[in-house]
């Protein structure tokens, strides 16, 4: 009985929030605690009846009860048969399968079974029984989890004799729990996505949904509601038709299924290989793959089968298919285009339509090809330069008339660095004249005319002086002249000269070259 007017006082306030308060089912289901389905239930049973809260609120809780459940009374509920939990278990990884389609199917062979309510009740009772990792309903090929071992393998460097750590790279998918792992030599992005590429082609496929811990490789900046992606793994991400949906921070739910993989590869491969001596990176990842196949293959207490028998029953012929063509690695940086209409990228220069003068442009490049992004449209595309100080040009991206349209010019150039000196302005002239196009040597002409916000016009001066003597004519050599203090020594030079007295009797020094 005092169960029952626990439940009428529920339903009032039901019918209340929702007449008189207006509020939304999920609402009043937080209000109530009880699920927004249920108050979906009985809100519909009382506008079936016609109830509203002013009429409910005029009767007694018998009288409302009856209303609502007619000829029911509190006779003892009968043991009912419920289907084998572990099969309801399995089911629920099948792509589009639920509890109330499961349900459904079992009111249709047991007609006088459990009420939809409470077949939910025991199923999660039963449920909460389970290792965390298993008790988390993922559906077949959806989601793989992915992180790095905290302990590293190793192998010994067979000419040296020295220990080399190895990152352990583990992935594992969600309904089967099928496991994967690999030795790689970091953490870096490049080896992040080769540990990713390696999963999917041991399981034979991609899953819908990657799932990472919030690791810099791969998340640039972790957010729990936004988290920004590094370029290159969302590009692979694209590249394999799969989302990546980072682990919420503070959320270790999120990732229970691939902390749990990472035990059991520190347990069942790290633990199997540590009394063996390997003296490559190759010889290694034989061992671990040794390894993985048995933990793969080990029946599973609970489930009473093996990953592998899951993932050939569930996990595999959900997967999507690889694409034709292996992911290429390539890395992204941002860069703003110079007066040149160049950017730089590691010490070369790569040109852009001129038109792009100051805008900022994503880079992607490898080791033989560099493209230049602007909102998403590639600007350019050049071959690979690892020369330090080369300039790498398309005729195409020089403007008309070679410069006039261009924000600095020679002229404007050379007349700042005679305002400073007639040296800066015979250096401007000098680096303007060595390089094969002007405009390449802006860059250079406007660094040392920078300088003059840091030194004095006349420090500035001496050190181009100094720079022209000895034949630097870059902005390198000026700012370590600077740096070092040599112009002084160009100022104290003219000073002594200065200083020299001129008289008729005092012999010059051609005097003692003269023939005796």
């Known amino acids: 009985m005092k169960k029952r007017r626990i439940v009428m006082r529920k339903i009032k306030e039901i019918l209340r929030l929702h007449y008189e308060r207006k509020l939304s089912n999920r609402s009043i289901g937080r209000a109530c605690t009880i699920s927004p389905t249920t108050v979906g239930e009985y809100l519909e049973k009382a506008r079936q009846l016609n109830l509203d809260f002013k009429k409910v ?16 009374d509190a006779k003892a509920i009968e043991v009912k048969k419920m289907p084998e939990m572990n099969y309801l278990h399995e089911e629920l990884k099948k792509k589009g399968v639920t509890v109330q389609i499961l349900w459904e199917e079992y009111r249709r062979n047991n007609p006088e079974g459990y009420s939809r309510s409470h ?9 909460k029984t389970l290792h965390p990792t298993l008790r988390m309903e993922h559906k077949a090929g959806e989601k793989m989890f992915v992180d790095f071992s905290g302990d590293k393998p190793h192998y010994i460097d067979h000419l040296t004799g020295e220990m080399i750590n190895i990152e352990l790279f583990v992935a594992v998918l969600g309904a089967s729990s099928y496991t994967f792992a690999t030795g790689l030599r970091s953490q870096n992005l490049e080896d992040w ?8 082609e041991y399981f034979g496929g991609c899953p819908e ?3 990472p811990d919030n690791l810099k490789s791969g998340v640039k900046r972790s957010c729990i509601y936004d988290p920004e992606l590094n370029p290159t ?17 503070y959320k270790p739910k999120d990732k229970a299924k691939v902390e749990n993989a990472v035990l059991n590869a520190q ?29 793969n293959s080990r029946e599973m207490q609970v489930i009473k089968k093996s990953r592998e028998q899951l993932f050939n029953e569930i996990d595999k012929p959900a997967l999507k298919g690889l694409p034709s063509r292996k992911f290429e690695i390539c890395n992204w940086k941002k860069a703003k285009v110079h007066i040149d209409y160049h950017i730089e990228l590691e010490g070369s220069y790569y040109s852009v339509p001129y038109t792009y003068l100051h805008k900022q442009v994503d880079i992607k490049f490898n080791d033989l090809l560099v493209e230049i992004y602007y909102k998403s449209k590639r600007l350019a595309s050049h071959s690979r330069s690892h020369k330090k100080g080369e300039f790498v040009t398309d005729e195409s991206h020089r403007p008309p008339s070679h410069i006039k349209y261009l924000e600095w010019t020679p002229e404007r150039l050379k007349h700042w660095g005679k305002s400073i000196g007639i040296n800066t302005e015979a250096l401007m002239q000098e680096i303007m004249s060595s390089r094969r196009h002007v405009e390449q040597s802006f860059r250079s002409c406007l660094g040392i005319l920078r300088l003059s916000k840091t030194y004095s016009p006349e420090r500035l001066d001496d050190a181009c002086k100094r720079a022209l003597s000895i034949g630097g004519t ?31 009797n005092i012999r010059g020094q051609d005097y003692y070259q003269e023939e005796v």
Do not use: C
């Open 119 to 127: 077949f939910f009740k025991l199923y999660d009772e039963w449920g």
């Open 233 to 249: 793994y969302s590009e692979m991400a694209d590249h394999y038709d799969i989302a990546v949906l980072p682990a919420r921070p």
């Open 57 to 72: 609120s005029t009767l007694d809780d018998e009288t409302i009860y009856t209303l609502l459940y007619p000829g029911k």
């Open 267 to 295: 347990r069942r491969i790290l633990a199997a290989i540590r009394n063996k001596t390997f003296f490559t990176l190759s010889e290694l990842n034989q061992g671990i793959e040794n390894a993985l196949d048995d933990l």
């Open 193 to 200: 996505i080769r540990g990713h590429i390696k999963a999917f």
């Open 209 to 211: 949904i990657i799932v």
């Open 474 to 504: 870059n902005y390198r050599s000026v700012k370590s002249i600077l740096e070092k203090g040599l112009d002084k020594e160009v100022r104290i030079e003219e000073e002594t000269k200065s200083k020299i007295i001129q008289h008729e």
